[in-house]
């Protein structure tokens, strides 16, 4: 469970310990996103399907803005398996990207999806592995496979993207390769309080 907390925070981005993930060197996206604290900050419910257990799962998490300037999130996970991680808000020709690091996998880069917020819902993707596997090994994305050897969530081959450049963002959001990202496996937040009173 605490590793589906740590994933689904980060407006993406479910990758489970039986699968691969795609993950990324540094925050993905070109411009940070200029966010504001009344729009982001406040107690959110969480629903996502736990690939594992073949069931729905839900969870609650704290927002806070850290940096409204550069885009950064302060999301603190409620439970027995607290974690406080900083998301990194992007964009690139209007798509929306969020990306955290793991810090039980800082080499294995930072874990990322894209989101669309409206008001006080978020939705959510992770990326399809297949697709970006497809582009890397074609040379058309830079990156590298990296096989894990932790139990963890990065127990199987990865895909590490580094070095994107505008190009590169244009061909992931283009659609000119496929639908790059799990549209059926869609992620929802609810925000059910504003601040922290």
């Known amino acids: 469970?605490?590793?589906?907390?740590?994933?689904?925070?980060?407006?993406?981005?479910?990758?489970?310990?039986?699968?691969?993930?795609?993950?990324?060197?540094?925050?993905?996206?070109?411009?940070?996103?200029?966010?504001?604290?009344?729009?982001?900050?406040?107690?959110?419910k969480l629903y996502f399907y736990d690939f594992i257990n073949e069931e729905e799962e839900e969870s609650f998490l704290l927002i806070e803005v850290s940096d409204s300037n550069k885009g950064v999130l302060k999301v603190q996970t409620i439970g027995h398996d607290s974690v406080s991680l900083r998301v990194?808000?992007?964009?690139?020709?209007?798509?929306?990207?969020?990306?955290?690091?793991?810090?039980?996998?800082?080499?294995?880069?930072?874990?990322?999806?894209?989101?669309?917020k409206h008001g006080d819902y978020i939705v959510f993707w992770t990326p399809d592995y297949d697709r970006f596997s497809d582009l890397v090994n074609e040379g058309l994305l830079p990156g590298h496979l990296d096989a894990g050897e932790s139990d963890d969530m990065f127990d199987s081959k990865n895909i590490i993207l580094s070095g994107?450049?505008?190009?590169?963002?244009?061909?992931?959001?283009?659609?000119?390769?496929?639908?790059?990202?799990?549209?059926?496996y869609p992620f929802f937040m609810v925000r059910l309080s504003d601040g922290f009173d």
């Open 1 to 44: 469970m605490k590793h589906f907390l740590l994933l689904v925070v980060s407006v993406v981005f479910l990758v489970t310990s039986a699968c691969s993930a795609v993950t990324v060197k540094e925050p993905i996206g070109e411009e940070p996103i200029s966010i504001q604290p009344i729009e982001w900050e406040g107690l959110w």
């Open 88 to 116: 990194y808000l992007r964009e690139s020709n209007e798509w929306m990207f969020g990306s955290y690091m793991d810090s039980e996998a800082t080499d294995k880069g930072m874990v990322w999806g894209r989101f669309k």
């Open 164 to 184: 994107l450049k505008p190009e590169h963002m244009d061909l992931i959001t283009s659609g000119s390769k496929g639908v790059m990202f799990e549209w059926e």
